[in-house]
């Protein structure tokens, strides 16, 4: 067989074969079949050795022709394959932007955060500034200056996270009403959110991290009845009118007098309910007038001077405010709870 009829034969199996390719993949085996360094063309090519001189020039060209040929016929196949194959891709990957989608699950505020906004949203209206501090304390802060010195009574019903002899996990947010009154001149009127910690046990209504809200005023004049006004708008802002306040004696070493205050029952309204046992009285906070020492103590001369102070439950308030019966469901991160606050 001479050399134009092997190369037209590989030339009727390179259309055979181009029609029967179905992706750049085959295409590529076909190619290494006929063109490769084991190919059919090429084997052709390492075969002129066999030939007489006078054949070689003439066998050469035909071969290199076939080549270019082929080459052409595999480039013009290759495109119309990539084509195809971008086509199937962009139909496979067509979007209906037409069909509704599904939405993404929105997460919501914690019903802490709610309840904290909306006391800072009460008192700030009533001209209090917010202040933040540490929630690792000095003793000093802590307790010294809420008059409550080492070995004192007091310090037995904290309950205290201590890291040292002087250092603490707060126990309340009271210290910054002595940072407040240390870098500040009267007249003061701040509240104060975070976090506190006590060694407590862990049930329904007690948690050893929970938030308090501290509230403190200082001025010339002031007294139980401005404490009382300001307690009385910030029930009425928060459970609407016809919540009022009670006040009953207590103790606080930093506040003299100091009293428990109790708000109306929010869901009988002071009839008596399961809510509140029956007395129409839910206990809120606990507040009372700065004790004079502790303003001396602050730098603050209690002769002219005199002020209010409040401390605010946020769990308590969160709880009563929703309906939450354990404490424990505001920690758990359980979102079939906290998808309710959406």
Partial sequence: MG???????????M?????????????????????????????????????????????????NEAREKFTAMLDSRLQELKALEREA?????????????????????????????????CF?????????GPE???????????NIPKNHPARDAQDTFY???????????????????LTKKPPIRIICPGRVYRADEVDATHSPVFHQMEGLVIDKDVNMADLRGTLNAFAERLYGKGITTRFRPSFFPFTEPSAE??????????????????????????????????????????????????????ERIAMQRYSVPDMRLLYEGDMRFLGQFK
């Avoid at 700030?124 to 933040?132: H, K, P, Q, S, Y």
């Avoid at 690792?136 to 809420?146: G, K, Q, T």
């Avoid at 002071?270 to 303003?295: D, F, Q, S």
Wanted: glycine residues 10%; hydrophobic residues 40%.
């Fill in 3 to 13: 050399m134009k009829e092997k190369i037209a034969e590989i030339h009727q199996l």
């Fill in 15 to 63: 259309a055979t074969e181009l029609g029967k390719t179905d992706g750049t993949q085959a295409l590529e085996n076909l190619r290494v079949k006929v063109l490769g360094k084991k190919g059919e063309l090429t084997a052709l090519l390492r075969g002129m050795g066999q030939l007489s001189p006078e054949e070689r020039p003439a066998a050469g060209q035909l071969i």
């Fill in 89 to 121: 891709a962009l139909k496979k990957e067509t979007i209906d932007v037409t069909q509704p989608a599904p939405q993404p699950e929105m997460g919501s505020e914690h019903p802490l955060t709610l309840a904290l906004h909306e006391l800072v949203d």
């Fill in 124 to 132: 700030t209206g009533m001209g209090f500034e917010v202040m933040e």
């Fill in 136 to 146: 690792v304390e000095l003793d000093h802060y802590n307790f010294e200056l809420m």
């Fill in 163 to 181: 890291i040292d002899d002087n250092i603490v996990l707060r126990t309340h947010t009271s210290p910054m009403q002595a940072r407040a009154m």
């Fill in 261 to 314: 205050v109790d708000l109306t029952c929010v869901s009988c309204h002071g009839k008596g309910c399961r809510i509140c046992k029956g007395t129409g009285w839910i206990e809120v906070l606990g507040c009372g007038m700065v004790n004079p020492k502790v303003l001396e103590m602050c730098g603050i001369d209690s002769t002219v001077y005199s002020g209010f102070a409040f401390g605010i439950g946020l």
